[in-house]
């Protein structure tokens, strides 16, 4: 199966995500988004793979969403109905199976969503990150104002959404936003292969609900979640 | 909009600066008129973003009458405003001074301040807030050693657990105060306040919930003026003019 602009590689547990979308700067059209979701789906129902990676093979990891597409339809009901619809960004936060990204240039807008709705960030030194709605009259959509703050604090949030200010991977791995950071992106690339291998083997049952808990931890009430751990820690002995 | 003592208030194009101008404030004071400023903050469309001057105070006394006690809380009142906020402090930034700042969205200081909550150690606790606000900003760890063992540190310090975000030289307070109010003027004052809604709400719901509360602010915010026009000048690359969108 082929998608427009998004292309899809499995290698045994490993399924790669990638945007394919050069001419825009991988920017997200409503089709790219739903092949996205399509194939996310694919990889959560898939029980041969493990983690998913997204990222690009382009210059640029996500210039945000398609501006060109913004006022375009006949009426407001209609563009706010698919905003409603769209699941894309609920099926990031709630995919059960590890998610990395692997990050060059352009990290913007939504896609500095999506990497905040994924449990890993890799990312080149040429990675920009921004959310520049604020500054183009616009609100995060794809969960922004929600989940920077599972990552990092309030303060930072405030800073990069109500600034729309540029930040570099230094800044982004001080704020806790990304996980690794390096010039060489051969090495990067190696560095997230070693860290897939060592996922391989981990039971899948297991990881999900491990990732499950620990998204849990940040939103949920603390007895709640220390029952369940152990609920889940006794239904898997 | 009035000058009342001991605040002196300046209005300028798109925003407000309220600066508290004695070293000893008492909360009932300004209590008051604050709550009428900040009433006419969240109605007034001319006002956009809002600056706290608090350089000049020393300390925020606690609150005589404890009659009064539970209905004064300015932190509370800081937490109504809609439209973004702006804090400048200098000095030793103690107690309930240290209180005042944390409902604010962004805070500047200088490299010789030093923060520190000491209530514990007087026989007396944090009142306005800081137990629930605090590690809502820089986590439950650091808000403990801050508040149980009244820990003091320094602004570096201060800006590495982002309480506050960013520290410059003690000359450039001021202007730097005002280049931070005026490039918020540049943006659109309904998306900053929306954001700004939906960030405060994330910490008090779960992460779907919140997105949902994000997706119907966006809703709202897809039929303002406002957002069709910056779209529309965006395609034509044409001057952007943000307005109070309706």
């Known amino acids: 199966m082929s998608w427009k602009y998004i292309k899809f590689d499995k290698n045994e547990h490993v399924a790669k995500i990638i945007f394919d979308n050069p001419r825009k700067n991988n920017a997200l059209n409503i089709l790219m988004r739903s092949e996205f979701s399509e194939v996310l789906n694919a990889c959560s ?82 990675s ?64 997230v292969r070693k860290f897939t291998e060592n996922i391989k083997i981990i039971d899948l049952k297991r990881l999900k609900i491990v ?16 029952h369940l751990e152990q609920y889940y820690s006794e239904s898997l002995r | 909009m009035n000058n009342p003592e001991p605040m002196s208030v300046l209005n300028s194009d798109k925003y407000i600066i309220i600066s508290l101008k004695n ?54 009142l800081i937490l109504e405003i809609k439209k973004p906020v702006i ?11 240290f209180e005042m700042i944390l409902p604010m969205d962004y805070r500047i200081t200088d490299k010789k301040s030093t923060f520190i909550m000491s209530q514990i150690f007087n026989d007396n606790m944090q009142f306005d807030g800081a137990t629930q606000l605090l590690p809502r900003i820089i986590g439950l760890n650091k808000s403990k050693e801050l508040i149980m063992f009244g820990k003091q540190i320094n602004s570096k310090e201060a800006s590495e657990i982002g309480l506050v975000n960013i520290i410059v030289d003690e000359e450039k307070l001021n202007e730097i105060f005002i280049r931070k109010i005026e490039l918020l003027t540049q943006f659109s004052p309904l998306a900053m306040q929306f954001t700004k809604t939906a960030i405060n709400f994330s910490k008090d719901t779960n992460t779907i919930r919140g997105m949902n509360m994000e997706n119907d602010l966006y809703s709202i915010l897809l039929s303002s003026k406002d957002r069709t026009s910056s779209i529309n000048s965006i395609k034509n690359k044409s001057k952007r003019n943000p307005y109070y969108g309706k």
Request: aromatic residues 10%; charged residues 20%; glycine residues 4%.
């Open chain 1, 45 to 126: 129902i898939d029980d041969e793979i493990k983690v998913v990676i997204i990222t690009t093979n382009s210059k640029n990891f996500c210039s945000g969403a398609d501006l060109s597409e913004f006022n375009t339809f006949p009426s407001i009901v209609e563009s706010n109905l698919i905003s409603k619809n769209n699941n894309l960004w609920k099926d990031l936060y709630n995919f059960e199976k590890p998610i990395i990204c692997l990050t060059k240039g352009w990290v913007i807008g939504s896609g500095f969503e999506i990497i905040m709705l994924s449990d890993f960030v890799f990312s080149h030194t040429s």
């Open chain 1, 128 to 191: 920009k990150f921004k959310m520049p709605e604020v500054e183009l009259s616009l609100t995060p959509i794809s969960g922004g104002t929600q989940t920077f703050l599972n990552k990092t604090n309030v303060a930072i949030a405030k800073e990069i959404m109500l600034f729309s200010e540029e930040i570099d991977v230094y800044k982004a791995y001080n704020f806790g936003i990304i996980n690794f950071y390096s010039d060489d992106y051969n090495l990067l690339i190696e560095q």
């Open chain 1, 211 to 226: 990732k499950k808990l620990l998204n849990m931890s940040t939103e949920e009430n603390l007895y709640l979640g220390k």
């Open chain 2, 23 to 76: 070293e000893i404030i008492s909360p009932e004071e300004i209590y008051y008129d604050l709550n009428s400023i900040i009433q006419e903050i969240n109605t007034n469309e001319d006002i956009w973003v809002v600056g706290f001057d608090l350089t000049k105070v020393v300390k925020i006394c606690d609150i005589k009458s404890s009659s009064e006690s539970l209905n004064i809380s300015l932190t509370k």
């Open chain 2, 87 to 97: 804090g400048l402090v200098s000095g030793e930034i103690s107690n309930r001074l």
